[in-house]
């Protein structure tokens, strides 16, 4: 019989691993809830109807479909291979979700008698994508988002801005850089080409130039693009450096006549102008920056780690016409999404998790005494307490046995009975890191061991 495994792109994870992954949960919840964002959750699967045509062709592609109940593979298989013009929509209704922000976007529209805007929530909950596995790159991870929806304000961006700086900076992740560009500049620069038509086909090429460089990011365009005008502004692009006013200076010759091409500049513009007055110097405005998702409209986010090479590690943008697309119209919404699965590898291999962030238990308790009860009472005494605690459960086994089971699940104390059950009992109380053994009364374990 072969081993049992897992299927690729998906994790197991020990105890030591869930507690290092809470922690960054907690970590993000304790701050979006500061800056009074309120949590949702949504269904693990979603209408297909809502998660398709969202994300452009190649998110459909990656969606992870599952086939009418009763449907048999075989059947679905066969029903394809046969017919020409056949849609999986016919044996398929349902799919895992792909992000959290269509769902919201439904959730918005479906509870909007129940909401108050501007509403702002955060999300922290697994989605599924078929995709390549790689480092970094999961097809099932978790996403933790915050979103603000029901307001234009471009103070909704600035506030992210602060999420991501302070969120990464109690994360130990202070030196990072939040990239920022507009998709209205974007279609105004594409449009300025004459490619309007070939807008999301060319954003998905050049969202590819941190994998694949410049030169291949070029080649793709001059092949499927075959528009030379195209290609020379995207090299021009490539070539202006990071210097903001020199971006700026560039735009505005280039598109800054055009009303969207205005419209972007001015908002870019602003962001740019309130994050110096706030002393916010880790923001660039990258041109390339494109986020290959059709829903956005917007302000787009992507943030780097400056010194490590493992991609963004938050993402996101403003989208004005999402709950559109379920038949609410004019409800704006901006929101980011953190990467706590490229978030967690970075803290892992650096080493920077904190020392104590173990749940396990604080004591192991053996029991030598004639009654069970005991134990089991010293147990609940010391839960009264607050302090985690456990029973060895085998009397049968050897000493040494019970020891190393405590070293081996770095439990710090060890508890031994061998009286019967009242607050002044008298246990033997053992220190598993320095070795030290002493008699203690069990209504003073609380001040030994804060003390």
């Known amino acids: 019989m072969s081993k049992p495994n897992i299927p690729k792109g998906t994790r197991d994870f020990s105890p030591e691993e869930v507690a290092k992954r809470n922690y960054i949960f907690n970590v993000l919840k304790s701050h979006f809830q500061q800056f009074g964002f309120l949590p949702i959750e949504t269904p693990s699967m979603e209408k297909l109807s809502t998660l398709t045509g969202k994300y452009g062709d190649e998110g459909d592609q990656l969606l992870f479909k599952l086939l009418k109940r009763g449907a048999k593979f075989e059947q679905a298989l066969n029903q394809v291979s046969k017919s020409e013009g056949v849609s999986d929509h016919q044996f398929s209704e349902e799919a895992l979700r792909y992000d959290l922000t269509v769902p919201f976007a439904r959730y918005v529209v479906q509870h909007l008698n129940d909401i108050s805007f501007p509403f702002k929530r955060y999300q922290i909950q697994p989605v599924w994508r078929a995709d390549r596995p790689q480092r970094g790159r999961y097809r099932e991870f978790y996403q933790c988002d915050v979103d603000v929806v029901g307001t234009t304000s471009l103070n909704a961006e600035l506030e992210l801005i602060h999420i991501i700086n302070h969120a990464l900076s109690a994360l130990k ?13 974007l279609y105004a620069l594409i449009s300025s080409c004459g490619e309007s ?3 999301n086909k060319i954003t998905v090429i050049i969202d590819k130039l941190d994998k694949v460089g410049k030169e291949k990011v070029l080649a793709e365009l001059a092949d499927q693009i075959n528009n030379p005008s195209c290609t020379t502004m995207f090299e021009s692009i490539f070539d202006l450096g990071n210097d903001y006013k020199d971006i700026i200076s560039w735009l505005k010759s280039r598109v800054g ?12 513009s602003y962001i740019f102008e309130n994050c110096n007055q706030l002393g916010l110097k880790n923001i660039t405005l990258n041109l390339t920056l494109a986020r290959g998702l059709n ?3 917007g302000t787009i986010f992507e943030v780097v780690l400056n010194d490590y090479n493992m991609g963004s590690i938050v993402g996101g943008g403003r989208y004005d016409n999402l709950t559109a697309l379920f038949g609410l119209k004019d409800i704006s919404g901006v929101g980011i999404s953190f990467g706590a699965e490229r978030i967690y ?14 749940l396990g238990p604080e004591f192991l308790i053996i029991d030598q005494s004639n009654a069970v009860s005991n134990a089991f009472k010293v147990a609940e005494k010391l839960r009264e307490l607050s302090k985690r605690s456990m029973i060895y459960p085998d009397k049968q086994h050897k000493l040494k046995k019970k020891l190393k089971y405590a070293n081996q699940n770095n439990i710090p104390y060890v508890l031994f009975i061998s009286d019967n059950f009242n607050d002044n009992m008298s246990l033997e109380l053992k220190d598993m890191i320095t070795g030290e053994q002493k008699s203690i009364q069990l209504k003073q374990i609380t001040h030994e061991i804060n003390g």
């Open 257 to 268: 006549a055009t009303e969207l091409g205005l419209e972007g500049i001015e908002e870019i």
């Open 173 to 185: 992740l202070p030196n990072h850089t939040i990239h920022l560009n507009n998709r209205k500049i």
């Open 345 to 358: 590898d970075v803290l892992n291999e650096s080493q920077l998790f904190p020392d104590e962030i173990s």
């Open 295 to 297: 829903y956005y409209t």
């Open 197 to 199: 038509s070939n807008f």
